[in-house]
Each structure stands twice: as structure tokens, then as C-alpha cells.
């Protein structure tokens, strides 16, 4: 009984927790709008019992930093996932929101997994070093930080939804939210951390987030959240930069606590004061312009 109980603990309860937060994050989009919402329901939250699964399967702290490092790598992956979003549907020009919704799916999540191949099959073959990997993690976080402020120097249309996203719809995005960081657990258990990570940043929240509001709202709710979500989920690279330092030299529970206070208090609550200034001053450039 000792392996299903080790199972529940490294695989089912990290997925259920993804996949509450799922459900969660569509909410939090879908009431406060694309601007706000999209920096609450990016803090780090499925990358904590990620993380805490990787650190229990990692055959030592150095194959743990190597996982953990690649975490900012796939979410630099998702930042071009996100900016896909926001170009996709006026290139592709459909007329119909369905079609159209499921023709950028296509494309986007496509390119994603094309570049996620990419990344863990160069890891296979090169093999960096624990401080090229380094390096290489910081380097992501440093270019999605560049990237999350040119997205939102200009500021998107960024309404709260009118109408509510339906319980069905939420239940299906927790069970996607859910499976996704249940592959990632199974990935770091069969000897794969570093696929593990990038399985773990899945854009799976994103993707149930932008489908549920779109369908619910209409695309103008999801899409102005790509640039917030964009800078607010540089704090789950934050979380794993500092989960590399802090889970090797301190108890679990007490480093997932100090690299989630940490990452919030240095990139979330930044992030949300920068983008309010920014929507702010855009509103008294031009009256005309939606917050």
C-alpha cells in the first residue's frame, strides 16, 4: 500500500490542486477583467506542488536545479503562446468566434508543443552543465521580462465580462488543468525532470482560461488579458530561479512558503502597479481609450 499512497501524494494531489486553481483563474479573469485578472490568476500556483513533486523524484539537488531552471525556458514558450493569441485571430480573419476560436487553438497550442519538442529533445542532446543551465534559466527570465513590458506598453482593451462562464465549462478546464500537471508529476517520477518542468508550465491555464472566457464573453475579454498574463507569469520563473536556491538548503514546506511570498512580492504586486500606471496614463492621453 506504501507506493499507491506515494503515488497519491506525488501525482494526484499536485493535478487536483491544478486543477482548482484552473477553475479559479477563469474567475478571477472573468470578474475583475483581462488587465487585473490576468496578473491575479498568474501567480505562481500549479508550479508549487510541481515543484515540491520534482524536488521528491529528483534523483539528487543538482538534477532538481537543472528541472527547476528550465521552468523560465517553457515560460518564455508560453509568452510566445500568448502573443500568438493576440496576433492569430486578425491574421486568420474568420468571420465565425467559434471557428475562429478553434482555428487559433490549432495553430497556437501546435507551435507550442513543436517548441517544448524542441527544447527537451536539445537538453537530450547537449546536456548543459549545471551552470550553463543556470545561466540559460536566468537569460529566459531576463527576455520574458522584456517581452511581458513590451507587450503591455501599449495598453489592450481590457473589459470585465458580462456574463457569467458556465460551471461545465470551468469543470472541463480544471480536469485539462489537472491531467496536464498530472503528466508533469509522471514525467519527473520516470527519470525526465527537465520534461517534467516543461510539462508542468503547460499553457493548459492559459488555454482554459482564453477558450472559457471567449466562448462566455466574446474575444475581446480573453485577448486583452495575453499581456498581463504575459508579465504576471513571470513569477512562476521567479518561484523556480528561487525554488533551484531555496528547496535544496531548506525544508520543503518552509522554501515553497518563502519562493511563493518572494515571487509575488518582487514580480507580481511590481507587475500589477506598473500596468495600472500604464492603463492610467493611457486614459488621460485619451478619455476615449477603456482602462
Request: with cysteine.
Amino acid at each position: 500500500m506504501e507506493f499507491p499512497a506515494q503515488l497519491a501524494m506525488d501525482v494526484l494531489l499536485p493535478a487536483l490542486g491544478a486543477g482548482v486553481v484552473a477553475v479559479l483563474a477563469t474567475v478571477a479573469v472573468e470578474r475583475l477583467g483581462g488587465a487585473a485578472g490576468g496578473i491575479v490568476s498568474s501567480v505562481p500556483t500549479t508550479i508549487v506542488p510541481a515543484a515540491i513533486g520534482i524536488h521528491a523524484a529528483a534523483a539528487d539537488d543538482a538534477s532538481f536545479r537543472r528541472a527547476m531552471c528550465f521552468v523560465p525556458v517553457g515560460i518564455l514558450l508560453n509568452a510566445g503562446y500568448l502573443m500568438l493569441w493576440r496576433v492569430l485571430p486578425a491574421r486568420i480573419g474568420m468571420r465565425s468566434h467559434r471557428h475562429l476560436l478553434a482555428a487559433t487553438t490549432t495553430c497556437a497550442l501546435g507551435a507550442w508543443i513543436l517548441a517544448a519538442l524542441a527544447v527537451v529533445g536539445s537538453n537530450e542532446l547537449l546536456r548543459p552543465g549545471p551552470q550553463a543551465t543556470a545561466i540559460m534559466g536566468i537569460a529566459a527570465f531576463a527576455l520574458g521580462i522584456a517581452l511581458g513590458i513590451a507587450a503591455n506598453r501599449v495598453p489592450h482593451h481590457a473589459p470585465k465580462g458580462s456574463r457569467r462562464v458556465g460551471p461545465a465549462v470551468l469543470a472541463l478546464r480544471g480536469i485539462a488543468a489537472a491531467a496536464a500537471i498530472g503528466v508533469a508529476m509522471l514525467l519527473a517520477r520516470s527519470g525526465l525532470p527537465v520534461a517534467g518542468s516543461i510539462a508542468s508550465v503547460f499553457p493548459v491555464i492559459f488555454t482554459t482560461i482564453i477558450i472559457a472566457t471567449w466562448l462566455a464573453q466574446g474575444p475581446q475579454v480573453p485577448t486583452g488579458a495575453v499581456g498581463p498574463l504575459m508579465l504576471g507569469t513571470l513569477s512562476v520563473s521567479a518561484y523556480s530561479l528561487l525554488a533551484a536556491v531555496l528547496f535544496p538548503a531548506m525544508h520543503v514546506a518552509a522554501a515553497a512558503a518563502a519562493c511563493w511570498l518572494a515571487s509575488v512580492a518582487l514580480v507580481s504586486v511590481p507587475a500589477f502597479l506598473w500596468l495600472r500606471r500604464v492603463r492610467r496614463r493611457a486614459v488621460s492621453a485619451s478619455p476615449s481609450t477603456s482602462a
